[in-house]
């Protein structure tokens, strides 16, 4: 029995209490994965006063919930994590770790295959198991997205990666569905926070976590002057979306950093892109081009973003976006339910 | 204060294009750079030695190409440059990388070590908190900003996606930065000269190394994660492109949008 690695593990985000979108996304998959290799989902819920949300975790598709909590865990901080982390691993001994690949995963699962030590893939985009050998098939983008690697574990299990935002997706809630929550204590001391966390300021930072957005109504060079940026506001606000820029854009100041999309801002994936005036340079591209539906609007014939696009429009977006804006304003009235 | 700065060259991924006949990796004449996380953690480097005193120390594992990049660290002002280098060290993954580069942290002095958060090649932001856990060490990544250094502590401004902490962590510690840190300074022309002249990259290899580490840990041995195949990222289906009047193209969409149900 000791030597026996089954089931996967999914580490659970959740900041203030609230589980993180990724989560659910990798559960989904999880449970995908699970039915092929026949073992168990496991959520491993890590916080304070968190055990009440174990239920949340199996709704969307876990078998279990482990969960760690203690006062030490409110905020993230890495060491406390990794500790809990790392017993939920020692005591489960899961065949596969998964975690989302963002602030918090990106800082924690490092830290634990180092102290396991083992391997660790990153920012997968798709995850599959190899007929015949049961193993994990972890691909991912390398390459500022030029390139593609499938990526196997050679460590010791469990095999793990981090899986990037918004890829997978989470399976719809079920509340009929029933699992066992295990607590588990990782014997945290105030000694494992050798961090000093002084503030936490929220929202501030970001007001829109534009990686998370359904709907992007996207500027680039091509809008002009800043002051057009309002009218993609009111495209993005009708559409139901967020307002996100190229590079060009943030780096002229237009907007905040954090709402550039590319290789050195946000990689994103919504249902709907809109870019406007972006000619679609390739660290651009890299950001968005997993957008389900794409849509280009553009002067230039030639630039590379038609490449990408599902539906290209040559012509001046600032004639087009008003017009668009308006049809869909009289669209909604016209079909709202009453 | 002595600081550490980890340091990565890298192709400048921007630059990378795919052989359309071949579909593969172009990599000729691609230029190779300081990866720009790193940059800006050599710039907050060598800031706070301008408020504090002390010696910047650059370290950097690779090819004995990845020279270059120490010189241009040099010439921006560092104070010391190591360079990693040894074919028993090569093919490997960010295990046996942090694994090798944390062995040779140990042989210098340091209270604060400042790593890049991702390199803009492999994009995996796992180095830097595995040569923490290696060195025994508390970490901060994703450092957006330094609030504070005093003599035993360092205060930061650490990013979330919907939020910031302000993190005090004690000496010796390892904090990873983010490339919007700072704007990095350019190498002066006295820098270059002395880069070149007066200081010198030292080589670290296998040799000064074997007392300090296990060699099955090094490399492709003692990666824990292999590569089983890289492909070049399929092309999407090319869709289609309209030139058109104005109010044409606003039917146009607004067709896709409700045939989709976006709206």
Redesign the interface.
Known sequence: MENKYENIVVFIEQ?DGEIQKVALEIIGKARELAEKLNCKVIGALIGYNIKAKAQDVIAYGADEVAVVDNKLLE?????PYTKAVVKVIETLKPDIALYGA???G??L???V???I???????CTKLEIEEGTNAL?MTR????????????????RPQMATVRAGVMKAMKRDDSRKGEIIEIDAGLTDADM?????????????SV?I??AK?LVSGGRGIGKKENLSMLRELADE?GGEVSVSRALADAGYAE?ALQVG??GKTVHP??YVACGISG???HLAGM?DSD???A?NKD?TAPI???????????LT??VP??TE??KK??AENAVK | MKIIVCMKQVPDTTEVRIDPVTNTLIRDGVPSIINPDDKAGLEAALTIKEQVGGTVTVVSMGPPQADVALREALAMGADEAYLITDRKFGGADTIATSYTISSAIKMLDYDLIIAGRQAIDGDTAQVGPQIAESLGLPQVSYVERIEKIEEDKITVRRQFEDRYQIVEVKLPCLITTLSELNEPRYMSVAGIFGAYREKEVKKVTFEEMKEYVSEERLGLKGSCTKVKQSFPKQAKGKGTVHEVSEDEAVEIIMAKLIEKNLI
């Open positions: 900041r905020h993230y901080a890495t060491e963002t602030a918090i990106r800082d699962a490092p830290r295959s180092g102290r030590p083992t391997g660790l893939t990153a920012d098939l983008p390398a390459f500022g997205g030029n390139l593609m690697a499938t990526i196997i574990s050679t460590g010791p050798n961090v000093k966390i002084l503030e936490v300021v929220k929202g501030e930072n970001k976590d990686s998370e709907i559409l950093k290789q050195t249902n709907l340079a390739i660290q081009e539906f794409i849509i609007i014939n038609f490449d990408v696009a599902d539906l290209g429009i040559v012509g001046d004639k087009i017009k668009l049809a869909i669209y909604k």
